[in-house]
């Protein structure tokens, strides 16, 4: 379904939310499952969603500014660096460590939040990071393992968190000015340039993967990616930047989930009180929201 088949639709954003968030939580799994140098997988998952969305983006009409391109561009490359740190984050540390560590972007869009989008959290709204968070300390711990190779990978992840967060706010701000499939073209053909400058530059071998991989990178382009992160930008135009991070938090429940069932990475009897305080603090944030958002 198209940006404006939505709008005419009115579509709930937080049902969109919800979507975006089951689609994002695959991510992690199909990475593993490629047989792939990080920044070739995140690499080739931006060029198949810049291929995918780009014939809707080049057809897109009105004006926008050189700044909106700008701000879009700067997006693009923010996502890119979200990308190259999170995936390779998964060489070092488990599935439930990187997901969770990653997926703390509120943090950072609460403190930066009111000075880059004068979004406030309010009273609700830090009572939601909290609880959120206080998941996410729960979980990690559960999974703690302090060797340097594990910590490393945490580094990564909370690099791909704050790079994550400013991704989102920088879409809060220009989403509005921009058509939702020319402002994905843009972001997501920014990433795919930044990642193959990182690739290059940093001799990363870009062909010869198994067969199989390939098909894990188009799933990972078509779900995580065109799916998951198209629905996130859109639902950012219509909630706070702080309500759609929190959302995100849910990805560290399905992801832990699925990698247990899938690649036996059984998660710790502390997953599960991690994860009540993690739905909590989400349900709390929407419920803070329905008070505040109005349709655009």
Not at 123 to 131: K, S
């Amino acid at each position: 379904m198209t940006a404006d088949g939505l709008r005419q639709q009115r579509f709930p954003a937080g049902l969109a939310l919800l979507i975006a968030v089951a689609a994002v939580s695959w991510a992690a799994i199909l990475v593993r499952l490629c047989d792939a140098p990080s920044l070739g997988i995140a690499f080739y998952r931006m060029l198949f969603a810049t291929l995918a969305i780009a014939p809707w983006g080049l057809r897109s009409t009105g004006p926008v500014s050189v700044r909106t391109y700008g701000l879009a561009v700067t997006a693009g490359v923010l996502l890119g660096l979200h990308f190259a740190t999170w995936i390779s984050s998964l060489a070092f540390t488990t599935v439930a460590s990187s997901v969770v560590l990653v997926s703390a972007q509120p943090v950072f869009t609460a403190i930066l939040g009111p000075l880059l989008l004068r979004e406030s959290p309010g009273g609700r709204g830090w009572a939601a990071v909290t609880l959120a968070l206080a998941g996410t300390v729960v979980l990690a711990g559960g999974d703690w393992r302090g060797d340097p190779r594990a910590l490393l990978g945490d580094a990564l992840a909370l690099a791909g968190a704050l790079t994550a967060s400013l991704y989102l706010m920088i879409g809060r701000r220009v989403r509005a000015r921009i058509g939702f499939a020319r402002y994905l073209t843009v972001i997501y053909g920014s990433a795919a340039a930044s990642l193959l400058v990182m690739a290059l530059v940093g001799g990363v071998s870009l062909r010869g993967y198994p067969a199989l991989t390939w098909l894990w990178l188009i799933l990972l382009a078509a779900g995580p990616n065109l799916l998951g992160h198209s629905l996130l930008n859109w639902s950012v135009r219509r909630l706070r930047a702080l309500t759609v991070n929190l959302a995100i938090l849910g990805e560290p429940l399905l992801a832990t989930l699925y990698a247990a069932l899938l690649l036996a990475e059984v998660p710790t009897p502390s997953f599960y009180a991690g994860a009540a305080l993690i739905v909590g603090g989400v349900a709390l944030a929407v419920w803070d929201e329905s008070g505040r958002s109005r349709p655009i």
